[in-house]
């Protein structure tokens, strides 16, 4: 490696053409980081005691050892974000120059900033250019160097940005001396990398530059693709990654990729990795033996199939249509934690295991879990963990079945809720603040139907007038109505699954009564929804109509949002086997638990531990107790004068504020887990029992969201 300073304008001027290479991601820079080094350039400019203004480095690498006196093309390690924005800043700058054909200092005229700094004047093709950019990066930068028009399928990136410079320097027209100082001024980092000697891969890792963070899906294109040799690194990117990138769009490539590679991996490894991880754990995936003997073509074209999936569920690409709705009500509905499941799903489906009626079944399923748990206010924190392990109990020749069991068996914290849950908190839900409403109303009103209504057409009704939301603002007319308990009705019901339908004439309707709504033109009694039919016969808006239309409404419900039902002895075949151990222990076998000073004290905490859910089972080992939800979470340890809890958690996630637990990482101790903590007395117990609250719900918990 060879590293010196330099002033940018004489790096752009000795160098002869940097290319950044096909596994570099696209230009990436936004608005933020354009404004910031505009205005450390102008900063710099007008300031006569700065000398230079660093921006960070440049690394590149060609075959042996670099120099800028050689002529041959440099390979962008790091830095392509920065030397592409000082491009497009020059640019935009010569064209002011060139309307205003001056020169504010000297070496500053349009003719010299694009000769020096932008083109090889002397040279054909690409060779005449000093900067080539990758993929859609490329025509878009020589476009505007050469003023062609502007392409189809533009890099977004690099025509705003440019336009972003051509505004800012209109604005200072009259001081462009300032802004030529300050570029006078930048300096980078020069870094020239031995190929046979330095390991890109490893400095690209390591490198802590300014300006805008690498995605994961970056350092995972760069990881696959840039130790390969030129011919299969070209293939592998113009045959897969590519296309890949394309599938997803230039906005959402941005904004999704990261996630679709949480969820591959989730698919692969049976485990969630956190956001910031997705790059460690794709490196150590691809390091599995099988994964190896595969190769790396194999890798990068499963890579594209599941990507092919992801974006067909979540993007909205599907183009069959009955399974494009589905996914359309999944998307509404904010399902991501499913994609796990479903991705394993759609290949499945893909490969022909899984035919379309059953797969269109399955997503139902997934829709109904999900809604149904939201609408009886069950925490999600458990979902990630549910859908990325529901795929290890599927049996693929009973695929549609095997769902149903699996959604069936989930314990209590995880369970599907049942027709009598579901229509109870339907009922008495607030809906209209729910955070989907519209995704309700629209499948409640065209369930069923051939020609869907267009639900965003109509706005939604308070059939009992919200009267902003004041009690005191409740018309006469509606309080007489509502009866003597108007008070209660209206705050109980209003936002309720009763009182909600959908309507043309929100407007109209206002506070109207509910003869008036009811009769007017277009009012209820003209309705053609579904949704209004039960309200078209009733001649009275009270408790006992709004009761009368949630119960019919929640009814319908539990149809459109159907549970999954198998008979008992299929059932049955699904649930797992209890485990037979040759050694049978019980509280006799623990002399401890016998004492005076340690019975009372195991007694509570038993009973504590064992109401934190009825998932929760109890074990009695040879030399300890163990308690368990999917696994153990505490295992206690009765001693001579305490109870010793092994937490089966990491101890750096573990809340003490006390500093009562003890890091056991690697030591010998019985019982499973990194965190240790004694309990000594019942005074401690309720301290204790927030520790050992953490460990269950890290176990049922979510992965890591």
Known sequence: MKASEAKLLEFLKKSPQFVIPIYQRAYSWTEKECLQLWNDIKRAGRNDEVSAHFIGSVVYVQKGLY?????????????????????????????????????PIDGFSARKLRNYYLLNPEEDGERKFKLILSQTDKSSWISILQKGPRQENSSLKIYENFQRFQDLLEKEKDDLSTICKGIAKVMVVDIALDRGQDNPQLIFESMNSTGRELSQADLIRNFILMGLDHELQTKLFTNYWRPMELGFGQKAYSTHFDSFMRHFLTVKTGEIPRMGDIYTAFKKYVQKPEIVKRGIENLVSDLRAYSNYFCSMALGAES????????????????DVAYPLLLEMYHDYASKNLNKEDFCKCINLIESYVFRRAVCAIPTNSMNKTFANLGKSLKKDR?????????LLLPSYRRFPKDEEFDRGLKVRDLYNFRSRS???????NYGRREPVAVDQYTIEHIMPQSDGKAEKVPDYWRSELGLDWERVWESKLHTLGNLTLTGYNSEYSNKSFTDKSNMTGGFKESPLRLNESVRCESKWDDTAINKRADTLAKKATTVWGAPSLDASILDEYKPGIEQRNNTYSVDDHPYLKTSLIKPLFDALQKEILALDSVVSEEILKFYVAYKAETNFVDVVPQAKRLCLSLNMSFHEIEDPRGLCKDITGLGRWGNGDVEVGLSTLEELPYVMGLIRQSFETQIGDGGV
């Open 399 to 407: 695929y549609l079945e095997s769902v149903q069991a699996a959604f």
């Open 439 to 445: 995704f309700w109303l629209r499948k409640l009103e």
């Open 67 to 103: 120099s800028v006196s050689s002529h041959t093309p440099l390979l962008v390690i790091d830095g392509q974000q920065r030397l592409t924005t000082l491009s497009l800043l020059i640019e935009a700058l010569a064209e002011v120059l060139d309307k205003q054909q001056t020169e």
């Open 320 to 335: 069959d249509k009955h399974l494009k709705q589905s996914f359309h009500d999944l998307r509404e509905l904010k399902v």
